[in-house]
């Protein structure tokens, strides 16, 4: 241990310790850090006085204010209910025609729909409710359950295939995996459903393979989609002669839904959404629907 | 390297690689059926390939007993190398998820490409790889100098250095097959964890059996750092990773921790992770390199003591300001507000301390890049240690939780505070371990220096700018109680910033491949064989000096 000098562009002394050329000024702690120590300090100490702090053995310092999270959270939930009641009163209340009379609800209703859809649909539907691989578009004037106000609200609702009690239930079975349709039959069948849908009602394929699927679409698919192959809304099977196709329309995809069935779920919003909520998303939807139909 | 151990000591490594084979065999063939014997053969293969580096040398000549009497740097250059290897790495993954932010379409299906899996390989690699790294050779280097001893032992040292980056390669190797303990930067699974746990307790015993062999009766402020951060990191790391794994055989664990216990613990963990491993460990490097560089005293003993008692007792207390407003109960979030306050004069003090040491080395800074990144470091630490009290307050908080403002405010400490005191420690403590008069380019150390600095403020700012408005758009309302915005619309308003975001950080990254190869090109440089900046090892009293005990 050297003595402690004295540094002469401080005019500080060194404590007199050394580790390989280094050394420390001996400089006491400047007032400021103590004077801001002592303030941060004080500062706690009023916190915990005033709020929720310290426990003990069985509970814990409540604090003057007496204050809570979760009381707080109640009171803003309650303050921000008043703000929404008028609204959400109406719109609970009022018909679907009275609701698309009303301009300021309907402000609401577009306003706060977009929201709504964006933050709960839009992650399967598309921001833009056109759907993709696998979901359904909304924008369009086919419904798989139909498109009337009452009928979409029933299905957000319940949902499709969610597991709820009264869920709408839709199973396009598995022909291929399940042994029902050979690989033939399954491809006649694609073929003659392709045919359903193009404009000239002709494929490729040759007039063979077509009555082969027509015989099969016959026996296997007219239960559902309907002997002219429109679907059925009561059973939630999409009409197979528009230009729109939910898992592609292309004879491969085709095959797969055909081979190893399909059986989409939409979740059911009746637990996370209110009334008021789910009628504001109707609502939405069908101007969404209306407007692309326009 | 091999050529330094003496016959003894190359039969006690040979017999650690070979435990370290067995080890990785075993956990290979009761994970046969799991991922986890993939890291068992990653062990076995690691452990066979050091063998056989061994075997190879067996027969070289002993070292010369006068070496012993001399400090043992060669730990320590792996270390340093095996850092910026690490650097360089966990840089790049950083900036590509940087980037599949702004196109997250880029993920070719793969499932390890996805950004979950990509970017705790980015953390761990830059945190544990790059930061711990730095920290041990480092370590290693500031132990002995200010001890003016040498190691304790030869072999130990290889022993954390190896088995460290053996850690690291597992954790990233893991995480990209899809293992993961799902807790923030305490991913690696309980096997991991348990052969980290060894290491450390290694790292632990080497440092305080290297600080006994001290002459100086004081233990230099740097030591009482670095050790605060491997006995805490020590315990932090045991306590969050106590878990029952489903068989010996599997890789999955459970936390043995559940809802909101668990959550706390992983907090306290997590910011104390913050605390212990970026902020001590670190502080340590700034104590010892900032000096020396600069030439100057310390500007206060009694500052750095008090700061020093100040940040190891009051973060502790500072882990549950990171779950405000969840199902943590509301004392246990004023506690870790008040304390997260209290928190912030002693880094201040820190900061201080550091930027006050520097009063009559200022021209110095001006002109060495080196001193400089020391200086910006010590700056960064003092901004984002008020930024971190600041947000700790709940309704800060409030704006602040769930936003990029937590990764900007990450990111102003690792890139302006850890990586910038480590890259001037870098460049200080490389021509010295190598011997070298002085870096290859001072050129570039100046290039890097700015690189690092614009990158940073780059980053900082987008990540601010970005933060704020999330925050502010989330809890925006319509006159009728409505949301104004939905949150698809705040993830839209992200992407200028994101883009920033990535550029900043392709900026830091290309400053830390200017560093690599400055690095590579000062190894070599031609050696000086009479210079040298430290004081030598001072033989002991009361027991056989290190040369003497090499020579019997």
């Known amino acids: 241990m050297s003595k402690p000098v004295r540094d002469p562009y401080t005019g500080r002394m060194t404590t007199g310790h050394e580790w390989n050329g280094i050394i420390e000024l001996n400089t006491p702690v400047p007032k400021l850090v103590l004077l801001f120590l002592a303030l941060t300090f004080l500062s706690s100490v009023i916190i915990w006085l005033l709020a929720p702090a310290w426990p003990g053995l069985n509970s814990y310092t409540k604090g003057i204010l007496g204050i809570d999270q979760r009381t707080t959270l109640e009171h803003s939930l309650e303050k921000s209910a008043i703000k929404t009641a008028q609204w959400r009163t109406d719109i609970e209340t009022l018909s679907f025609e009275d609701i698309s009379r009303n301009s300021a609800l309907l402000a609401t209703v577009r306003d706060h729909g977009e929201r709504l859809f964006e933050d709960n649909c839009a992650m399967c539907h598309g921001p833009d409710g056109k759907g993709g691989d696998g979901y359904p578009n909304l924008v369009d004037d086919q419904w798989l359950w139909g498109g009337d106000p009452e009928t979409i609200m029933e299905t957000l609702r319940v949902g499709v295939n969610s597991g709820h009690d009264e869920a709408r239930i839709s199973q396009m079975m598995a022909y291929g995996r399940d042994g029902i349709l050979t690989l033939e039959q399954r491809r006649a069948v694609a073929a003659f459903v392709i045919s359903l849908s193009s404009s000239d009602h002709t494929t490729p394929e040759d007039a063979e393979t077509l009555s082969l699927g027509a015989e099969v679409f016959e026996q296997q698919c007219v239960s559902c989609h309907g002997p002219d192959g429109r679907g059925m809304q009561s059973v939630g099977a999409p009409n197979l002669t528009d230009d729109f196709w939910i898992y592609g329309g292309d004879i491969t995809s085709i095959d797969n839904t055909l081979r190893d069935g399909r059986q989409g779920v939409m979740p059911n919003w009746d637990e996370r959404l209110s009334l008021a909520d789910r009628k504001v998303l109707t609502l939405y939807i069908d101007d969404l629907a209306q407007g692309a139909s326009q | ?552």
């Open chain 2, 1 to 552: 390297m091999i050529s330094q151990l003496t016959k003894t000591e190359r039969e006690t490594a040979l017999f650690l690689t070979a435990l370290l084979t067995l080890s990785g065999l075993t956990l290979g063939l009761l994970g046969r059926n799991d991922l986890l014997g993939y890291h068992g053969a990653l062990l076995a293969v690691a452990g066979m390939s050091l063998t056989f580096l061994l075997i190879k040398d067996y027969y070289k000549p002993e070292p010369d007993p006068d070496n012993r009497a001399k400090y043992y740097d060669d730990p320590i250059k792996v270390g340093l190398v095996l850092a910026l290897v690490w650097a360089v790495i966990g840089m790049i993954v950083g900036d590509w998820v940087a980037w599949l932010l702004v196109f997250p379409e880029a993920t070719f299906d793969a499932g390890w490409a996805s950004f979950g899996r990509l970017r705790p390989v980015h953390t761990s690699g830059v945190i544990f790889g790059f930061g711990g790294n730095a920290l041990i050779a480092t370590s290693f280097h500031v132990m002995q100098r200010t001890s003016r001893a040498r190691l304790a032992d030869n072999i130990s040292p290889w022993v954390v250095v190896v088995g460290f980056n053996l850690f690291c390669l597992m954790a990233a190797t893991g995480y990209l097959m899809g293992i993961t303990a799902s807790k923030e930067y305490a991913e690696p699974e309980w096997y991991a964890d348990i052969f980290l746990t060894i290491i450390w307790v290694v790292y632990l015993v080497l440092y305080l059996r290297t600080l006994a062999r001290r002459e100086e009766p004081h233990i230099y402020v740097a030591n009482w750092y670095y050790l605060s951060f491997v006995i805490v990191v020590a315990m932090l790391h045991i306590l969050n990773n106590l878990a029952i794994p489903i068989s010996l055989g599997h890789a999955k664990s459970y936390s043995l921790f559940s809802g909101v216990q668990d959550a706390m613990i992983q907090w306290w963990y997590g910011h104390n992770a913050v605390a212990f491993f970026l902020t001590t460990g670190f502080l340590g490097m700034m104590y010892y390199y900032l000096p020396k560089r600069a030439g100057r005293p310390i500007f206060s003993y009694r500052l750095s003591i008090i700061s020093f008692w100040g940040i190891v007792f009051l973060y502790m207390w500072a882990g549950s300001h990171h779950l405000h407003y969840t199902a943590l109960p509301h004392w246990v979030q004023t506690l870790g507000m008040t304390f997260s306050i209290m928190l912030l004069v002693p880094s201040w003090a820190s900061a201080g301390n550091a930027l006050l040491t520097l009063n009559g080395a200022w021209g110095k800074v001006r002109d060495d890049a080196t001193l400089r990144f020391m200086m910006v470091a010590a700056v960064f630490y003092g901004l984002s240690t008020f930024e971190g009290s600041f947000m700790a307050i709940r309704p800060v908080n409030s704006l602040s939780h769930y936003t990029d403002w937590t990764v900007g405010h990450v990111h102003s400490g690792a890139l302006g505070w850890v990586a910038m005191i480590t890259f001037g420690s870098i460049y200080t403590l490389t021509p010295w371990i190598w011997r070298k008069e002085r870096m290859y380019s001072n050129k570039l150390i100046e290039l890097h220096f700015w690189l690092a600095l614009v990158g940073t403020m780059i980053y900082v700012f987008a990540m601010w700018n970005s933060g704020i408005i999330q925050g502010l758009m989330w809890r925006a309302y319509n006159t009728d109680g409505t949301l104004a915005y939905s949150f698809i619309d705040s993830v839209a308003a992200m992407k200028p910033y994101y883009v920033a975001r990535a550029i900043g950080g392709l900026m830091f990254l290309a400053g830390a491949i200017v560093c690599a190869y400055n690095v590579w090109k000062t190894a070599k440089l031609p050696t000086v064989t009479e210079y040298t900046p430290d004081k030598p090892p001072l033989p002991a009293r009361g027991r056989p000096s290190a040369a003497a005990q090499a020579a019997e």
